[in-house]
């Protein structure tokens, strides 16, 4: 009993000497987190939940949703979807939970999952518009996925370290020496960074050798400090640098202020703030225009739109005062960050935001400026971002190549990519057919004929195949011909096609030793005036007589068996000639053309393409006036004289020549 009474009293005396030191504890986490030390504050909260009794859930659960926090702060999506997946499921009261474990889910590439919590979280908090937009993310990012674009990215593993290595700018006109950002150990600041538990970054540099492997980094001598450096930017000529310096320390935060520096020979000069803005507020992520006279810059200065915006200023040229900054507006900027800009050939900024419809966290992005001083911007999509992070973007000039930052490895470190876009490739792989059997033409000749200018000539095999390269960005027509049979074309165009791809296309050649039908060539009854759905095929018409020149025809027209067979002859004449004066008003010269009034002397034979369009009619049957009185209601001898109401052409000669010529 004594025994069990000092157990009891030792037990009172340690929990009253814990409930301090648990509070004491928990204070510290989160001064941690309200000074921007997560990666401290997640070891101070873990320590405080494991120190909770399960009984206080309400303060577990708070913890793990603070933990949560800390994970998705420090850009750690998968430590993240756990603990906010945990938090939800302690029925956490903040809504904010459910909306962030379906950000994780979609960070770590869960698009389907991450959508279902979306919806979950738009019943807990339907005036929220966001979920809206991140469930058409995720639509978009699906399909993206499905639907890659063309360029390829590799790791440069050359450049790449255990910690963070990202925002690369090229360092020489050959594009032969990059600089980037580094938080690896031989960077000159010493501490280490309570918000990333990595060491502070500086700028380091590569060259590439004969054999396209890169050297091993180095700091760059006289830039970096034992503050944090990075995110270098080169103006045109490669001897000017403007970088981001950040001052900070354990449990202080200072601003970010962009830093200058000349280069004289292979010295870079003492590296001086531009003063864009005063050193308390944040100016980061400098881009140039080429001419260096607008600096384009991220900051989280009073009159943006939210989170970090990129704003702009300007200064004449070889002067020294920057103007005051420009926000570029809700096209660029949204209530989240907006980042690591960079400018290309004719004005053209590419930048990283988490703002806009994306993959996952920060999405590069391409933005357009137009006359009236707005931006059309569009995602990159896959395979340039990803669910990761994918960021700081830097191009070669006139090419389609460079190197990007992502997290898309899932360490949770930035690494370095590279990126190009292959040249187009396009082929083109066609087939030439009779138009009656569909029975493939041996020996036709077929011409390419380009926009650029090109003319080449290609022969059908035995499968009546053909097939020919083609360069982006032209118009082509394929011309096919053969003796016996009216020339046949067919077009296709690369203008446009933002992805290798190959053609395929069928030539159609039509027999000349039968009369060829012209459809939906129509007539009222009684009238030889052409009706208007009558243009389309007269058209075709055009365009075949153009494409055969040295062909002449007779143009054949037939009607139906009512009324007398002289009044039928003259009303089919007029109808013959009605068509070849539309072919003349179209340019055809009238020596090609004959007209031949048939009247009801050559009924129509029902074919097979009649029969689909009209079962009750016999395969093989002439439309005869004594076949038609035969047909079962007046609908069907309607329908029956109409077919019989038509115009066809035959052709005369295959050697007519042009007296223009």
């Known amino acids: 009993m004594r025994k069990f009474s000092i157990l009891i009293i030792l037990l009172i005396i340690t929990a009253v000497q814990e409930a301090p030191a648990q509070k004491r504890k928990a204070d510290r986490a989160y001064a941690a987190f309200n000074a921007g030390e997560y990666y401290d504050a997640i070891d101070q909260f873990k320590g405080t939940y494991s120190k909770t009794k399960k009984t206080d859930k309400t303060t577990r659960t708070e913890i793990v949703f603070m933990i949560a926090e800390c994970y998705r702060l420090i850009n750690d999506p998968k430590n993240a979807e756990t603990w906010y997946k945990l938090a939800v499921k302690s029925a956490y009261p903040r809504t904010d939970a459910q909306y962030w474990l379906a950000e994780s889910l979609k960070k770590n590439g869960k698009y389907q999952l991450a959508i279902d919590e979306f919806k979950k979280y738009k019943q807990v908090a339907p005036s929220d518009s966001r979920a809206d937009q991140e469930i058409r993310a995720c639509e978009l990012s699906l399909e993206w996925q499905r639907n890659p674009d063309a360029y390829k990215v590799d790791e440069l593993k050359d450049l790449n370290s255990k910690e963070s290595d990202f925002s690369p700018s090229y360092g020489r006109d050959d594009f032969g020496v990059i600089y980037f950002t580094s938080s690896r ?17 500086d700028i380091f540099e590569s060259r590439i050798d004969k054999k396209s492997k890169w050297s091993t980094p180095v700091p760059v001598e006289g830039i970096n400090s034992e503050f944090e450096d990075g995110t270098p930017f080169f103006v045109s000529d490669y001897k000017e640098l403007y970088y981001t310096r950040c001052e900070a320390g354990k449990r202080e935060k200072k601003g970010c202020v962009i830093m200058y520096s000349k280069k004289t020979g292979d010295t870079w000069s003492e590296p001086k703030n531009i003063g864009i803005l005063p050193d308390s507020l944040v100016a980061a992520h400098p881009a140039l225009t080429s001419d260096g006279t607008t600096l384009y810059f991220v900051s989280d200065m009073a009159g943006g739109y939210g989170g970090k915006d990129i704003w ?12 005051k900054p420009v926000n570029l507006g809700p096209d660029i900027n949204t209530n989240g960050n907006e980042l690591f800009p960079f400018l290309r050939e004719e004005g053209i900024l590419y930048f990283s935001s988490d703002g806009l419809i994306g993959m996952g966290g920060l999405d590069i992005f391409k933005a357009i400026p137009q006359p009236d001083g707005s931006w059309v911007v569009t995602n990159m999509k896959f395979p340039i971002n990803t669910s990761a992070d994918d960021f700081g973007i830097t191009f070669e000039k006139g090419n389609e190549r460079g190197i990007f930052s992502s997290t898309r490895k899932g ?8 990126f190009e876009f292959p040249p187009l490739k396009f082929n083109i792989t066609g087939l030439v057919k009779d138009e009656k059997t569909g029975a493939a033409i041996t020996g036709s000749t077929v011409r390419l004929i380009a926009s650029d200018g090109s003319n080449l000539q ?29 020339n046949g074309k067919e077009k296709e165009t690369t203008k446009g096609q933002e992805k290798s791809r190959d053609f395929m296309v ?16 129509f007539y009222d009854f009684g009238k030889w005036d052409l009706r208007p759905e009558s243009m389309v095929s007269l058209d075709k018409l055009v365009e075949t007589l153009t494409d055969n020149a040295n062909v ?5 027209s037939h009607t139906d068996s009512r009324d007398t067979e002289e009044y039928n002859y003259n009303l089919s004449q007029k109808r013959a000639q009605s068509v070849v004066q539309y072919l003349i008003d179209k340019g055809i010269e009238p020596e090609r053309l004959s007209a031949k009034g048939y009247g009801e002397s050559s009924p ?21 006036e004594q076949y038609i009185n035969t047909l079962s209601n007046e609908e069907q001898k309607e329908i029956a004289h109409q077919i019989n109401r038509r115009t066809e052409f035959r052709v005369l000669r295959t050697d007519y020549v042009s007296p223009k010529k």
């Open 604 to 624: 129509k034979v029902v074919d097979a393409s009649i029969v689909a369009q009209s079962p009750f009619l016999r395969n093989g049957t002439a439309l005869t």
């Open 411 to 418: 360490r949770g470190n930035d690494e370095l990519y590279s």
């Open 185 to 201: 150990d031989d960077a000159a600041g010493n501490k280490t960074h309570g918000a990333t538990g990595q060491g502070f970054t």
């Open 552 to 556: 002449t025809i007779e143009l054949m």
């Open 312 to 323: 702009k200023a300007t200064k004449s040229a070889g002067g020294d005062a920057w103007s």
């Open 458 to 486: 290609a022969e059908t095999g035995a499968g009546g195949d053909f097939k020919f390269g083609l360069k982006p960005d032209v118009d082509y027509i394929f011309l096919a011909s053969k003796t016996g049979f009216l």
């Open 506 to 521: 069928t030539i159609l050649l039509t027999p000349i030793d039968k009369p060829i039908e012209l459809p939906n060539i």
